[in-house]
């Protein structure tokens, strides 16, 4: 018999952990004994061996972050940190199966770092909803489920009102050294040749996994919504790209009655977006294409998340029409990035479209 039970519909088949321990008095007094041996890093450890100084620094923290110079007891200043007690109580009961190694990022959305049964996690739990259904993310991994290049959805769970996500933890490389390898000092011009090869290679190789990934997604009736490099985990070594961070996804629509929530991150919005008119999954596509003309441009320039901008798009389109023909496989990727970035979402090819491109079927004469 399965460890897991599978209960009710939702979107498919819900697989449900077994149940997470309520909350007894004898797990407060282990909460207490593990604050104790794991004090926090905004804490003072040794607040009374440092004497009024290191109090001083410890009032300073707390007054920097909540608003007030006056430190309380441990136990007000833990749940202060985590905003409610709720959330306090439903991190400490998920610490009952996952070894918490460390926070993330708290905002919307508090995410963990964790250790279970040999493998590094990252836990994400999100605020209650008034709708009382499962967060969409959920929903939408539990449709895309079993694709090996998108976040693989682990377990759910519900703990009171909230809600809790396990997925494994993804290697990450930064978006500039996937696309161009260090100079040697002193490379000879056959060595050079390889490496700018092997550029492209793993260029186009990380192109391929991402329109498959985004023919699926699409095909499973799903937008992404914010395809970017961060949200892209390359592990360098397998050469093997993962799709995460389906929190602003959603589900696509029948043509014509498209979304207009302006959503997504500078500068990979669709100019539909940006404009607000109704949209489909070809927003994907354009946000793709950015990124498409980042590894041909941006990643010489340095430019990442924070430094790019729609100007540096509208540069790279304009140089890219003002080139002239050259060999065959700088034309493919050329009209490639030009289609990808058509202002009309008409007129932008599908993802199953791109992978039937000159582009790639040079990477299978290469083969």
């Not at 207490?32 to 300073?60: A, I, L, Q, R, Y």
């Not at 441990?74 to 749940?79: K, N, P, S, V």
């Not at 937008?223 to 050469?239: A, G, T, V, Y």
Request: hydrophobic share 30%.
């Amino acid at each position: 018999m399965s460890r897991y039970q599978t209960t009710g519909k939702l979107r498919g088949r819900c697989v449900v952990p077994p149940p997470i321990p309520e909350w007894t008095e004898e797990m407060e007094e282990e909460q207490h004994k593990w604050d104790e041996e794991h004090p926090s890093e905004d804490e003072d450890e040794s607040s009374e061996e440092e004497g009024e100084e290191g109090e001083e620094e410890e009032e300073t923290k707390e007054g920097g972050e909540e608003g007030e110079g006056d430190s309380s007891s441990d136990e007000e200043t833990d749940y202060d940190d985590w905003e409610d007690a709720e959330v306090h109580e439903c991190i400490f009961r998920l610490s009952h199966q996952y070894h918490l190694r460390e926070l993330l990022n708290e905002g919307e959305h508090h995410c963990y770092l964790a250790f279970h049964r040999g493998r590094s996690v990252v836990i994400k739990l999100s605020p209650p909803l008034d709708s009382g259904r499962a967060p969409k993310e959920v929903r939408i991994l539990l449709r895309l489920k079993g694709h090996p290049h998108i976040q693989e959805l682990i377990a759910w769970y519900r703990i009171k009102e909230f809600y809790a996500t396990v997925s494994p933890e993804y290697p990450y490389t930064s978006f500039r050294r996937i696309f161009k390898a260090k100079a040697v000092d002193g490379e000879l011009p056959e060595a050079k040749q390889a490496r700018l090869q092997n550029d492209q290679r793993r260029m186009r190789s990380f192109f391929r996994q991402l329109f498959e990934t985004l023919a699926f997604i699409h095909e499973r009736g799903v937008i992404h919504r914010d395809i970017k490099p961060s949200n892209l985990m390359w592990h360098d070594e397998k050469e093997w790209l993962t799709v995460i961070d389906f929190d602003v996804s959603t589900f696509d629509r029948e043509e014509g009655k498209g979304h207009t929530r302006k959503i997504g991150t500078k500068p990979y919005r669709a100019p539909e977006v940006v404009e607000q008119r109704p949209y489909g999954n070809k927003v994907d596509m354009y946000s793709a294409g950015v990124l498409f003309a980042q590894a041909m441009y941006g990643a010489s320039e340095d430019l990442n998340e924070e430094t790019l901008d729609h100007k540096n798009v509208k540069k790279w389109i304009k140089r890219l029409r003002r080139q002239k023909k050259g060999r065959k496989a700088f034309n493919a990727t050329k009209d490639l990035a030009l289609r990808l970035l058509n202002y009309d979402p008409k007129r932008r090819p599908t993802a199953q479209e791109v992978l039937q491109h000159a582009y790639f079927q040079a990477e299978k004469k290469e083969t």
